[in-house]
């Protein structure tokens, strides 16, 4: 399939000025030719496919950090959702693949899920038998007994389990996801949460990881949780709430990205979702920690990536960073593209739009470079060089056949 975006303002990702009336070929999953319209061979234009694109703003593809498909904005106290049927959470997961990408995410580091239901995902849309965002996928993560998510994670107890637990997820998982801390809750101190894994089962987990190839992300709220993250090796900590700026300086020296998931926490204060009342007192207690932590890692230089978790809202999260924050439009759709496919270590195909890379764009009705808040503004998603607009991302199968046989043994792992 070819197919030609003409005449569009181009932001692509890198945070330098946008390309003004300008096309862009793309040959199968690529980019082929990026070239002031004008430039662009009437030959090819006649050819292929054509989407005009004049007055309109492209951007690459959202690349979104943290994600639960199988619980994303649930309704009703968050844990008894893990208790429903593994084929009613498979249902739901699906579902929320395509929302995610109607919203113009078009790639997702899933951070937990049960029964295999992330990984089997991953392949599936992976393999084109249903749409979905690109997935990196963490499989179960992993947690202490009695731990903050004990209803989700593998309980872990020790240095011996925690090597043996590392050693059997980096076989086929993309990320290891461990959690750290349990939080929010008054545990009598300054601070809602309180540590759960040792310093030395953490060093062992990132050690594994590392050692496999593979990265480690640590749930970690709390100083002491930060800490014991920090010095144990892992590379992305999530939320961060508590982080004090001796640690800032420590993430920004090591290369530790923080994923704030601001949106997160504002988000689960909305009654529509029904969480309770005991929920809704121990969040509203870290929102402002977690700005305040979110503005000191931005002051220390820390390398921020952009993640949503399951009650997050993309255009609400920018808009926090520019509120909050002080980020500017160019450097937050950078950091939503570019700095997040760095962090997943997949920047040599995705995350800008250059020539050679996988074509994952929006096309956006609206600037958002003059209001961040046309970040959602979608008129198409393209996921690597397949035009959709939002209206027509729905449950779409393919018939089985030999291909989808030959997916078995890697679906029963």
Not at 135 to 155: M, Y
Not at 162 to 189: H, L, M, N, T
Request: glycine residues 8%; hydrophobic residues 40%; proline residues 4%.
């Amino acid at each position: 399939m070819a197919l030609v975006v003409r005449n569009a303002r181009i932001i692509d990702g890198q945070g330098v000025r946008p390309k003004e009336s300008h096309s862009i070929l793309i040959e199968g999953e690529k980019i082929s030719r990026i070239a002031p319209d004008s430039h662009l061979p009437l030959e090819k234009v006649l050819r292929h496919e054509v989407i005009n694109a004049t007055g309109k703003s492209v951007i690459p593809g959202i690349i979104n950090m943290h994600q639960h498909f199988i619980f994303r904005r649930t309704y009703g106290p968050l844990w008894h959702q893990f208790k429903l049927p593994v084929p009613v959470l498979t249902t739901r997961a699906i579902k929320n693949a395509l929302a995610e990408l109607k919203s113009g995410i078009t790639t997702v580091r899933e951070l937990g899920s049960v029964a295999g239901i992330n990984q089997c995902l991953k392949y599936m849309i992976e393999h084109k038998f249903i749409l979905g965002p690109r997935i990196f996928s963490a499989g179960q993560p992993l947690g202490i007994t009695g731990s903050h998510a004990k209803a989700i994670a593998q309980p872990v107890n020790g240095v011996h389990e925690a090597r043996r637990w590392v050693r059997e997820r980096v076989q086929y998982v993309d990320w290891v996801k461990v959690f750290a801390s349990f939080d929010p809750f008054d545990f009598g101190g300054e601070e809602y949460a309180r540590p759960e894994f040792e310093i030395e089962e953490l060093k062992v987990m990132a050690d594994e990881a590392h050692k496999a190839g593979k990265k480690i992300a640590a749930h970690a709220v709390g100083s002491k949780a930060i800490r014991n993250a920090v010095e144990a090796g892992v590379d992305t900590i999530e939320h961060g709430i508590y982080l004090n700026r001796e640690l800032a300086k420590i993430m920004k020296e090591r290369n530790i990205v923080l994923i704030p998931t601001l949106t997160a926490y504002t988000q689960t204060l909305n009654r529509t979702y029904a969480r309770g009342d005991k929920w809704i007192e121990l969040h509203a207690a870290v929102i402002e920690p977690h700005k305040k932590s979110f503005k000191l890692a931005l002051e220390e230089g820390v390398k921020i990536g952009m993640g949503l978790d399951s009650l997050g809202d993309l255009k609400e999260e920018v808009c926090l960073w520019r509120d909050v924050g002080g980020i500017d439009a160019n450097e937050i759709i950078k950091i939503c593209t570019r700095d997040n496919a760095e962090i997943l270590g997949v920047e040599e195909k995705l995350g800008t739009i250059e020539e050679g890379k996988i074509a994952d764009l929006l096309i956006l009705d609206e600037d958002p470079l003059e209001d961040i808040e046309n970040i959602d503004k979608i008129s198409y998603i393209i996921k690597e060089g397949r035009p959709f607009k939002p209206e027509e991302i729905m449950l779409w199968t393919q018939y089985e056949n030999e291909e989808y046989n030959s997916l078995i043994p890697e679906l029963i792992k």
